[in-house]
């Protein structure tokens, strides 16, 4: 069978990774030719998952139609989130827990999409529907992927498919998913000893709103005071970025995964500020608190689009 790659969107996470190495696996139980690859190196929180699980990381790749003629898509679909040569290749197939936005094929497709915290919930449930057993390591990468999305069931697009998913992952991981999930979470949370730069381009997604460009970044971090004396740094790698680009808004979500509140940092234009401000309300000195904010699916993307639009 010809050969097809499974991938999530780009400045992957947990969920982009392993929610692609699962459905990857569970395609080919099914008879499917696939591999799953990245669109850029998994982060620290995403490295410690797989070391954990023992998985390698998937390759990296820029392009798709160099390799293949079809692809898979997992946790995205929005075409600027996507392989840059997307629109070089047939999608045969999309998992995701997001909204549907500017995406459209030549030929009828395998689509499902669900509210549900993290896309490895949906993959979950379709390895129950297909009859097909979850190995432990499986088992492993998909539960780390739904702790991450979820901030341990924290967040709130967090669902009752994602707790079943959590506890029977789990048991079949052979883990205690509190225990290793707040392991998991502190992981991801060092950024110490990386550049603002990579920071913001760590766990990135570019949106198209009402004609605009809208870049939205999020870091996790345990110390949200120690995270805002780089502000000014933060600040100026946006405006850099947003130079570049072409972005019309930069907004960083600074998330803190212990108490599940955030604060973010915003730079653009006067007028998309102001449409921010409508959405989240007054910045001040280029941010704005947000507590009990910590998902950009469902807490931020939905009210900057009402407020754009």
Request: glycine share 4%; charged share 20%; net charge negative.
């Amino acid at each position: 069978m010809e050969k097809e790659l499974v991938f999530g969107h780009q400045s992957p996470d947990t969920d982009a990774i392993g929610t692609a190495i699962a459905y990857s696996y569970l395609q080919n139980q099914r008879g499917f030719n696939t591999e799953a690859v990245a669109l850029g190196k998994p982060n620290d929180e995403t490295t410690f998952a797989l070391k954990y699980f023992g998985f390698e990381a998937p390759r990296v790749i820029q392009t798709a139609a160099n390799e293949v003629e079809k692809v898979m898509l997992v946790d995205h679909n929005e075409p600027q989130q996507s392989v840059s040569d997307i629109d070089q290749v047939s999608v045969t197939h999309v998992v995701d827990h997001h909204r549907i936005m500017n995406f459209k094929t030549n030929l009828p497709l395998f689509y499902l999409a669900q509210p549900v915290g993290c896309t490895s919930t949906i993959v979950w449930k379709l390895f129950q529907h297909y009859g097909i057993e979850i190995p432990k390591n499986i088992a492993g990468i998909m539960l780390s992927a739904i702790i991450s999305d979820t901030l341990l069931l924290k967040s709130p697009t967090t669902t009752k498919d994602d707790h079943q998913a959590v506890e029977a992952l789990a048991k079949i991981a052979e883990v205690d998913y509190q225990k290793y999930g707040l392991e998991e979470l502190k992981a991801g949370t060092n950024i110490a000893d990386k550049s603002e730069q990579d920071l913001i381009n760590l766990d990135a997604k570019s949106f198209t709103l009402n004609g605009k460009n809208v870049r939205v970044a999020q870091i996790n971090v345990v110390d949200l005071p120690e995270a805002m004396e780089r502000k000014a740094e933060f600040l100026q790698a946006m405006k850099a970025e947003s130079a570049a680009n072409n972005y019309d808004l930069f907004m960083l979500l600074i998330t803190n995964v212990l108490d599940s509140d955030s604060t973010a940092l915003v730079t653009g234009s006067t007028a998309a500020v102001q449409l921010f401000e409508r959405a989240f309300g007054e910045i001040t000195d280029s941010e704005v608190s947000l507590p009990g904010v910590v998902s950009r699916k469902k807490q931020v993307v939905p009210p900057l689009t009402e407020a754009f639009n």
